[in-house]
């Protein structure tokens, strides 16, 4: 079936660093994938989205770029704020699948000062 | 644009007790999602909806467990009798069933069974 493996946390970076988050897909046929973003005590937000292959999404300095040939999907950002403290979600959504979300365990960003 | 909304948003009560959470899923959205969040386990997709219809409740934990969609706009969760261990908050998403299936979530319920 289809799965979603991200790399663990927490992650604590200082204010300004690059930010990598890695997340790899395996899935049957050609999902769409995404990066939802969870701040303390609110629900799930869409970050950004990617739907066929070599598609790059961005949202607010984020950017993923949609690898089908090393089924990858890795969230990035140049400069990191603290702001940016939540915890990141990668998910896949297969076509056919009935709008079925497929998540990643989530990986919780900390940034310091 | 108004978007998923959930109710209450914060619930304590005692094991045994019944516990109904609400949601108004965002209008025209053709798919509702319940899903249950706790350290433990992560978020897991307890049941989801089809124009009303329930399609996939694979993921309901137990029979003390129930949903339902009545109408377009409105769907409830039932959990009867309630237990420690069901702890947690509980999201509910909508998504409309043409394009890629983004799923919008509401604020979530924090419930508390003590």
């Known amino acids: 079936g289809d799965s979603v493996t991200q790399m663990e946390g927490p992650v604590t970076l200082s204010e300004e660093a690059f930010l990598t988050i890695n997340c790899t897909y395996t899935?049957?046929?050609?999902?769409?994938l995404f990066w939802y973003v969870q701040y303390p005590g609110e629900g799930l937000q869409l970050l950004l989205k990617?739907?066929?292959?070599?598609d790059k999404g961005s949202n607010k300095g984020f950017e993923a770029t949609y690898r089908k040939e090393t089924t990858s999907f890795h969230l990035e950002k140049g400069s990191v704020q603290v702001s940016d403290s939540a915890v990141y979600f990668c998910a896949l959504s297969e076509t056919g699948g009935g709008n079925k979300l497929t998540f990643g365990t989530g990986t919780q960003l900390k940034v310091e000062l | 644009d108004a978007g998923v909304i959930q109710s209450p948003r914060h619930e304590v009560t005692e094991m045994g007790q019944e516990v109904t959470l609400r949601c108004k899923p965002i209008?025209?959205?053709?798919?509702l999602f319940w899903y249950r969040q706790t350290m433990m386990r992560g978020l897991e997709l307890l049941i989801y909806?089809?124009?009303?219809?329930?399609?996939?409740d694979s993921g309901m934990p137990e029979d003390r467990f129930s949903a339902k969609m009545p109408n377009a706009s409105f769907s409830t969760l039932k959990i009867q009798p309630s237990e420690p261990r069901d702890s947690a908050v509980y999201f509910c998403?909508?998504?409309?069933?043409?394009?890629?299936?983004?799923?919008?979530f509401g604020p979530g319920t924090r419930l508390l069974v003590l």
């Open positions: 998403a909508s998504s409309v069933g043409q394009g890629v299936g983004t799923q919008y």
């Open positions: 990617a739907t066929k292959a070599d």
């Open positions: 909806f089809n124009n009303n219809v329930p399609i996939d």
């Open positions: 209008s025209g959205h053709d798919y």
């Open positions: 899935a049957t046929g050609y999902p769409s």
